[in-house]
């Protein structure tokens, strides 16, 4: 059984290989789209997951490189891997489309967010939160008597689990970029 | 070579350097700078249609019927959005269409213009591609690119919208050059699967082609390879509804179309094979039934130039990404170079079971009385027609699906019909479009009356043109289709499915200027079609048949490949609650 020589998004490890073991297990992957940066590109995806009824969890994008006018998009979906080999494959159609990687079966590789929280509160719970951001390694950007605003990066599991901490301390708001993800290693 | 021109002078000149001799459109006041530049110049020939939705019709059916991409060119506004429909069928068909759209200036758009809409944001679900061009220097590089992306890979619709000022300005032009650009898809398919599907069909015991619309696209020669791997190893074949034509209707291996209401054999040995090569064909819902059922004992090989087609509906075991005459060139080679080898014994005996179902003739059918069988009428247009320079179209309906039983296909590009999105109104555009391309050929829409009035208008482009496209229609002053679903699944409630107040349709084309004809009693038939034939020029045949008759064989909703209904005998209860909602 060999993997499909494709040109669009070929990988060792292709994105295209079209023979998958199909499951009904629903699993996340983090797609990494290279795209030209031309009015109505992130139209065409966005347009694409929901015209067909895809998920998406979060979407990331920004020109990566300038002076090929290209753009990164970063998208966090869910699906079997029937879908998921479906969005690949549907995401490679588009014309402007120049590259699609499926980092979740690509290899390792790292996934950051950012993240700002505001947090209300005094007394006890302003000291706490203070202390918990200190061990999540957030930082303070804004504060006043009343409250403050956090800006934490790490993984998407790891602001979660910040923003479960903080919702009994006093949690306002919460804003999040979305994941930027890339493989790790050469 | 790069020259200074108008936005409107270069649109003409890209159509010429293209290849182009024909265009179908309607003006308006965003594209008044392209349609005076078309009325200086002798190269291109423009068809003025009578509503934009026939213009990119006509388009589709220039392009199957030539091969070569079909050009429209409409204004901006309500132009644009009449082109949808077209846009959407071509997309589901894969057919390369090249749409140019006026828009409103550049410095206009957004603020609710005059005839202002987003083309292209409308258009971009169903299109291929599709660009807005600001600069007028971009304008010669977007034409050409256009036609590149329209025709590579996987054929389908292209739109570009272009502002009024970017049509007036001047700026570069440059000639095409071959194509930099970064979208080149794959066309040689993967040798290691080429020869693992060699290796399945040295074996098979009951091999099945299943051919489709891809085969077609791939061009002639690939239609060719076709025939010489059927009759070489003798495997039977079947086609979808757009893949007819590739492999003749005369072919010794010819089975007849699949599906819905294909052939009773070829569904049959859908379902019985054991090695099912899908050479360009899309697993469409009309084909396989219902999916858990499909095929259950067949290993499956997909050519297909889509990635994303391959594992859609179906999976497969064999998956080949590549253009079919590409694929089919290196599964010839290599399978000769292995011993030209088949399981021919069991072939053999697959050919006998599969002479047992053919011996039931599912298309058999009684012409008895004074009401004309719409079979009946498909049959003796095909005697009388069948020996000539054909081309033929149809509209959506039952009369499109005993056309693709009764009527032969002997070669591609002759049958043009709207097979994915099943677009009422297709037909009548299409055939001028397919007249146009071939002058001096013998067109024919079969249609319905109810589709056919969908786009009637046509008949004026078809007198100005003198183009002698014949409609040939069957009329049963019902919407047959929708009314044999509400027999089979709605107890014979008739919700809006007949036509009262229909046109008389003899006077209808003489007001236009055409000929009419009108024909109820079967004896009258042969002689009526001859005069239809021989009149030169534009025809309306009202072909008056039974009211009530259904299309069989049926697959149900809901059911199998093996469970074809194949006449009204079977209907009682065939579809159940779970079939029902399905269309």
Not at chain 2, 26 to 36: C, S
Not at chain 2, 303 to 326: E, Y
Request: proline letters at 5%; one cysteine or more.
């Amino acid at each position: 059984m060999s993997d499909l020589n494709l040109k669009k998004g070929t990988s060792a490890k292709s994105a295209y290989n079209l023979r998958p073991n199909f499951s009904d297990i629903v699993e996340r992957h983090t797609l990494a789209v290279m795209v030209e940066n031309e009015p109505g590109v992130l139209a065409r995806v966005i347009g694409l997951f929901a015209g067909r009824g895809y998920n998406i969890e979060s979407l990331t994008v920004a020109e990566v490189d300038h002076e090929g006018k290209l753009s990164r998009i970063t998208i966090v979906t869910t699906g079997t891997p029937q879908v998921i080999e479906q969005i690949k494959a549907q995401l490679g159609r588009i014309v402007t489309v120049h590259e699609v990687h499926d980092l979740t079966v690509e290899g390792p590789s790292v996934e950051r967010e950012l993240a700002i929280f505001k947090v209300a509160g005094d007394g006890e719970k302003r000291v706490e939160a203070l202390r918990l951001a200190d061990i999540f390694r957030a930082n303070v950007v804004d504060s006043t008597l009343k409250s403050f605003v956090f800006e934490i990066t790490g993984a998407p599991e790891k602001i979660d689990a910040f923003a479960d901490l903080m919702r009994p301390l006093g949690l306002v708001e919460v804003a999040r970029t979305g994941v930027a993800a890339l493989s790790r290693g050469g | 070579m790069t020259r200074q021109m108008t936005g409107a002078e270069m649109v003409v000149q890209a159509l010429i350097d293209q290849g182009v001799d024909t265009v179908f459109g309607y003006p308006g006041g965003a594209v008044l700078p392209i349609y005076d530049a078309i009325f200086q110049q002798n190269h291109i020939k423009h068809v003025l249609v009578r509503h934009e939705q026939g213009a990119v019709h006509a388009a589709e059916g220039y392009a199957r019927s030539t091969g070569k991409p079909g050009v429209c060119l409409v204004t901006s506004g309500p132009g644009a959005t009449n082109a949808v429909t077209g846009l959407t069928d071509a997309l589901l068909d894969s057919i390369p269409i090249i749409v140019l759209t006026g828009q409103v200036p550049t410095f206009m758009i957004g603020s609710d213009a005059f005839q202002e809409a987003d083309t292209v944001g409308i258009t971009r679900p169903c299109t291929k591609h599709n660009w807005l061009v600001k600069e007028t220097d971009a304008l010669s590089g977007v034409l050409h690119e256009a036609f590149h992306v329209a025709t590579s890979g996987r054929p389908g619709p292209v739109l570009i919208d272009i502002p009024k000022d970017v049509q007036f300005a001047s700026g570069t032009y440059n000639a095409p050059q071959p194509s930099t650009s970064h979208y080149q898809p794959t066309v040689k398919g993967d040798i290691t699967s080429v020869t693992e599907l060699v290796e399945a069909m040295e074996k098979a015991e009951r091999p099945l082609f299943y051919t489709g619309g891809g085969v077609i696209n791939a061009g002639p020669a690939a239609s060719q390879l076709l025939r010489e791997l059927v009759s070489s190893t003798n495997f039977p074949i079947t086609s979808t509804l757009m893949g007819l034509g590739a492999y003749p209707a005369s072919g010794d291996n010819w089975l007849g179309m699949l599906g819905m209401h294909g052939l009773y054999e070829a569904n049959m040995a859908m379902h019985g094979c054991d090695l099912m090569i899908n050479i360009g064909a899309r697993f469409d819902d009309r084909i396989t039934g219902v999916i858990s059922e499909f095929s259950p004992n067949s290993t499956k090989a997909h050519i297909d130039i889509d990635p994303s087609s391959i594992n859609k509906v179906i999976r497969v075991d064999i998956p080949i990404v590549g253009d079919v005459g590409h694929v089919l060139e290196d599964l010839m080679k290599v399978w000769k170079s292995r011993g030209r080898k088949t399981n021919s014994a069991a072939v053999g005996n697959w050919w006998s079971q599969i002479k047992e179902w053919q011996a039931i003739e599912c298309l058999k059918f009684t012409q008895q009385g004074k009401v004309i069988k719409p079979q009946y009428a498909l049959s003796r247009l095909e005697a009388l027609t069948k020996n000539h320079d054909r081309y033929i179209t149809t509209e959506v309906g039952q009369h499109q699906m005993w056309a693709a039983q009764y009527l032969g296909f002997e070669d591609p590009n002759r049958w043009m019909t709207s097979g994915g999105l099943g677009t009422m109104g297709y037909g009548f555009p299409a055939s001028i479009g397919v007249q146009m391309g071939h002058p001096e050929s013998l067109v024919i829409n079969v249609a319905g009356e109810a589709s056919w009035l969908m786009n009637m208008q046509e008949l004026g482009t078809a007198m100005q043109y003198n183009l002698p496209v014949k409609q040939f229609i069957l009329n049963n002053e019902r919407l047959g289709m929708v009314r044999q679903w509400q027999e089979l699944l709605h107890g014979e409630r008739y919700s809006s499915s007949w036509s009262e107040s229909l046109p008389d349709f003899v006077k209808l084309a003489e007001a236009f200027g055409a000929k009419g004809i009108l024909c109820s009693d079967p004896d009258d038939l042969d002689e009526a079609i001859m005069e239809m034939l021989n009149h030169d020029g534009p025809v309306l045949f009202d072909c008056l048949v039974e009211k009530h008759e259904n299309c069989f064989p049926m697959i149900p909703s809901g059911k199998a490949h093996n469970e074809m209904l194949l006449g009204d005998a079977d209907t009682q209860g065939a579809i159940d609650a779970k079939g029902s909602v399905l269309v």
